[in-house]
């Protein structure tokens, strides 16, 4: 195996490689987990293994869930399907950067995307590393956002073009979450900057400290978050990945966000993702 750094923020591609080994062969497993807590996203081309064997490595991580929006194939509880064609003109949008659901109590802690149709050109995308985001926060930031807590709502993303009973069930099956702006990865101990498209306010800002007035609080609290939110725009904390067909990217979701980029319609794109349950964040 070979491992091509990709960038400095961080990626690698991993070259001559089979994941479906990896399913038996635990030095390889253990070889390949390393790198993903090092590179944050690996990338790998030509992996046709089944749908099986995607659900078998992905479990070697953790228990894998299943979403209540997106479907998953009816055979292999845990493998979502993310599909695009050109027949769902009002179903197009998906492009927000984010770590996935974090509207969830215990967000996945990461998960395994493999490409099954993609357009010729297009439909690429970004992974943005948090932790050197935080990292490279001023001082003042840093102090800043120490205690301060966030919530993340399902309701106001997924469900926000549902119609209102639907949205409503489906906040009440999944109340909004609330995670520190600031977390701790459970197994690197570093300091993740963890909010993105599902955050939709601070639970803790307006206290005496922060807010002399009513009006300390708008816009202070707004202006914080959106400027929280901005750091993954960042390009030098970015890679990109271009997908061809059995393509596979896995992700820390605990230290990256990302963001599928939607410029390819109308055209298929076909996505098939295990997600891999995580805990809480503290």
């Known amino acids: 195996m070979r491992v091509k750094q990709l960038t400095c923020a961080l990626g690698a591609e991993l070259v001559g490689v089979n994941l479906a080994d990896a399913v038996r062969?635990?030095?390889?497993?253990?070889?390949?987990?390393?790198?993903?807590?090092?590179?944050?996203?690996?990338?790998?081309?030509?992996?046709?293994?089944?749908r099986a064997e995607h659900v078998a490595f992905a479990r070697r991580f953790g228990d894998l869930e299943d979403h209540p929006v997106a479907g998953s194939d009816p055979e292999h509880p845990g493998l979502v399907r993310i599909y695009k064609t050109p027949d769902q003109p009002n179903d197009r949008y998906e492009n927000a950067w984010h770590s996935d659901t974090t509207w969830r109590e215990a967000p996945q802690f990461g998960a395994v995307l493999r490409c099954v149709e993609c357009p010729p050109v297009g439909g690429d995308t970004m992974w943005a590393n948090m932790a050197l985001a935080y990292e490279r926060l001023p001082e003042h930031i840093k102090t800043q956002i120490a205690d301060l807590r966030?919530?993340?709502?399902?309701?106001?993303?997924?469900?926000?073009?549902?119609?209102?009973?639907?949205?409503?069930?489906?906040?009440?099956q999944y109340p909004d979450a609330e995670h520190p702006v600031v977390r701790t990865h459970p197994e690197t101990g570093e300091k993740i900057l963890y909010v993105n498209a599902f955050a939709t306010h601070f639970t803790n800002f307006h206290t005496p400290e922060r807010v002399r007035f009513g009006q300390d609080a708008n816009p202070g609290a707004p202006d914080l978050l959106r400027y929280l939110l901005s750091q993954a725009y960042i390009p030098e904390y970015q890679v990109r990945w271009r997908w061809e067909p059995n393509s596979v990217a896995i992700w820390d979701n605990t230290a990256t966000q990302h963001y599928a980029v939607m410029d390819y319609p109308p055209c298929h794109r076909k996505m098939e993702r295990a997600g891999i349950i995580g805990s809480k964040p503290y």
């Open 25 to 50: 062969d635990d030095g390889l497993f253990a070889e390949i987990r390393s790198l993903l807590l090092q590179h944050r996203v690996l990338f790998l081309r030509d992996q046709e293994f089944s």
């Open 150 to 172: 966030a919530r993340h709502s399902i309701e106001a993303s997924f469900g926000a073009a549902m119609p209102i009973e639907k949205r409503l069930a489906l906040k009440a």
